[in-house]
T-cell receptor, first 109, second 114 residues
């Protein structure tokens, strides 16, 4: 089957660093994507890892380890506006993006 | 603005009824995806169309159906509605066919079944 596991909630303070982990069990796996969704809004693409290693985009970085079926999203210098839900999603053969249930990040001052 | 347009933004309907949700993909995108997001649930993949043909099917109920028209817009038809069908329905599009890594979501259609 296809499933992704990620924590349901994470809390942090402004300026901190937070890591959101994602483990996956899929066949025909191509890569791992991350999406951000503010309350009731449209999910928006953050990053994609097809190869092992770290991808950096500004304050956000994403990591993938294929051998461990594991990835994470790293958010640095947290801001209040980063409070949102973050979804990992797997790209795989034969189907569209399959999303995890999401991690709600709450950033406090 | 992702360039994906969904209508209507909100609708309220009664159990047993049928509704149609409409989606216009980004200009040039051939793939359209439909996702359902219920309260406290993730994004459940329903179905994908690519250039007018069904490409992949997810957890779509038999009461639901979709199609993509020659102008590439898509419609999701939900029939015999039940209270549990109340959800936010997203359409997304991408240029790629299967396994496109970046898909662009519309703002969604909020469906409330009463």
């Amino acid at each position: 089957g296809q499933s992704l596991e990620q924590p349901s909630e994470v809390t942090a303070v402004e300026g901190a660093i937070v890591q959101i982990n994602c483990t996956y069990q899929t066949s025909g796996f191509y890569g791992l994507s991350w999406y951000q969704q503010h309350d009731g809004g449209a999910p928006t693409f953050l990053s994609y890892n097809a190869l092992d290693g770290l991808e950096e985009t500004g304050r956000f970085s994403s990591f993938l380890s294929r051998s461990d079926s594991y990835g994470y999203l790293l958010l640095q210098e947290l801001q209040m506006k980063d409070s949102a839900s973050y979804f990992c999603a797997s790209n795989q053969a034969g189907t569209a993006l399959i999303f995890g249930k999401g991690t709600t990040l709450s950033v406090s001052s | 603005d992702s360039g994906v347009t969904q209508t209507p933004k909100h609708l309220i309907t009664a159990t047993g009824q049928r509704v149609t949700l409409r989606c216009s993909p980004r200009s040039g995108d051939l793939s359209v995806y439909w996702y359902q997001q219920s309260l406290d649930q993730g994004l459940q993949f329903l179905i994908q169309y690519y250039n007018g043909e069904e490409r992949a099917k997810g957890n779509i109920l038999e009461r639901f159906s979709a199609q993509q028209f020659p102008d590439l817009h898509s419609e999701l038809n939900l029939s015999s509605l039940e209270l549990g069908d109340s959800a936010l329905y997203f359409c997304a599009s991408s240029a790629a066919g299967i396994s496109g890594n970046t898909i662009y979501f519309g703002e969604g259609s909020w469906l409330t079944v009463v």
